[in-house]
């Protein structure tokens, strides 16, 4: 996509325009894993148990998983403009109320709200996308704006414990206020990329999301790279209790594992974009669940006898898992030619609501223990994804 045309969307041209989707993208990391640090502080200040504390976190996801296929129709409809702007002013109000709150109850509701705006933002950021680059250009740019998504749930509770270092719980919802209302500038000044907004009701515009389900190549690519994305959650929500609670890691100790595995889930589409996009697409992507499965495998065998075998065993399963993100989310876009932001909202929701399954198998009380629960996750969604994909490549199912 040529300069001039993305300076006629937004002021400076591609670059800022990139780093301005970037932005937009990472603000489901950033409204929990920032979050996070905060909440011992906040579960006294409130007289809550972890519980009920648990909502602020559970509730924002679901809400935000919920309102993606709401607001990608909306966009397909009104523009990405305008929903882009609604998100980010409830967004805004959202943050506001947080700091300034004293009931638990508004916590859990305004936490809620958060995840409504931050559905809108997260869902126009990919369909502008695709919007307005388009072949090679549109890979690479997928592949840096899904390098901060996966980094950003890494740095922001770095960032967030920083923050409390100088500030209150509700400095923390303040700086948010502040990312927010950066979205909403941004979004003022970009021009609309829709071309061709769609007819009818709203109710018309929801009914798109049962057409685009309809697509038996999309369809089949979302269940497939949807399900993909549950090691690497699964290791978000095992990764502290097993460094700290089963090998007895200090604090300390288990930041430097977790960059470890932030650097690697960075070097993914890095990678992908410098290196791998030249390779056969189909091997690609099934040497990738195959790495997934190795890497299971290595869990199961050798994950219990230390931090750095844990942490090892991991490693192949992250950087396969995330250097298959661009090439997958590339190939779920191509399937169809329109309702973009009905595609791109399905796309982002099923991975959230997928990553948060493989939290909760992780978490159910029939695993002798996590590592065990991590290997058997990797192992399915390895051994199945590797032979689902081969039999969607050998049978034509999707669109090239």
Not at 62 to 85: N, T
Not at 206 to 218: N, Q
Request: glycine residues 8%; hydrophobic residues 55%; charged residues 10%.
């Amino acid at each position: 996509m040529s300069r001039h045309h993305t300076e006629a969307v937004f002021p400076g041209g591609a670059r800022p325009f990139i780093y301005f989707l970037t932005f937009i993208g990472a603000f489901a990391p950033l409204s929990t894993d920032l979050y996070l640090p905060a909440m011992p502080a906040m579960t006294a200040q409130f007289h809550a148990g972890p519980e009920l504390m648990g909502l602020t976190i559970s509730g924002f996801l679901f809400c935000f998983a919920l309102s993606m296929p709401v607001w990608g129709p909306f966009s397909d409809k009104y523009g990405r403009r305008p929903v882009l702007l609604a998100g980010a002013a409830l967004y805004i109000v959202s943050c506001v109320v947080l700091a300034l709150t004293d009931s638990l109850a508004m916590l859990i509701f305004w936490r809620c709200a958060q995840g409504v705006g931050s559905g809108a933002l997260s869902t126009v950021s990919l369909a502008l996308v695709k919007d307005v680059f388009r072949g090679a250009a549109l890979v690479r740019v997928v592949a840096l704006v899904q390098t901060m998504h996966v980094l950003a749930p890494m740095l922001a509770p770095v960032l967030g414990g920083a923050l409390l270092m100088i500030t209150s719980w509700r400095g923390v919802f303040w700086v948010q206020a502040c990312c927010g209302a950066l979205a909403l500038a941004g979004g003022w000044a970009q021009k609309e990329t829709l071309r061709h907004p769609l007819t009818g009701s709203p109710l018309d515009a929801l009914l798109r999301v049962p057409f685009v389900l309809s697509d038996r190549g999309f369809r089949h690519l979302l269940l497939l790279f949807s399900a993909a994305v549950m090691p690497f959650m699964a290791y978000l929500g095992i990764s502290a209790y097993v460094f700290q609670a089963v090998f007895d890691v200090s604090p300390q100790q288990f930041s430097l594992f977790f960059a470890a595995n932030a650097a690697v889930s960075m070097l993914g589409p890095l990678c992908h974009m410098r290196v791998f996009h030249v390779w056969n697409r189909r091997r690609f992507i099934a040497g990738s669940f195959l790495t997934i499965l190795a890497g299971g495998i290595a869990l199961i065998v050798v994950g219990d006898q230390g931090p750095f075998w844990f942490a090892l065993c991991f490693l192949p399963i992250t950087f396969a898992g995330s250097a298959v993100r661009p090439p997958s989310t590339v190939l779920m876009m191509r399937q169809l030619s329109t309702d973009t932001g009905t595609v791109s909202s399905l796309i982002g929701s099923a991975g959230l609501l997928c990553g948060s399954l493989s939290m909760t198998l992780c978490a159910a009380s029939f695993w002798p223990d996590y590592i065990t629960a991590a290997a058997v996750i990797s192992c399915t969604v390895g051994a199945v994804g590797f032979g689902y994909w081969l039999w969607l490549d050998r049978t034509r199912a999707f669109r090239t």
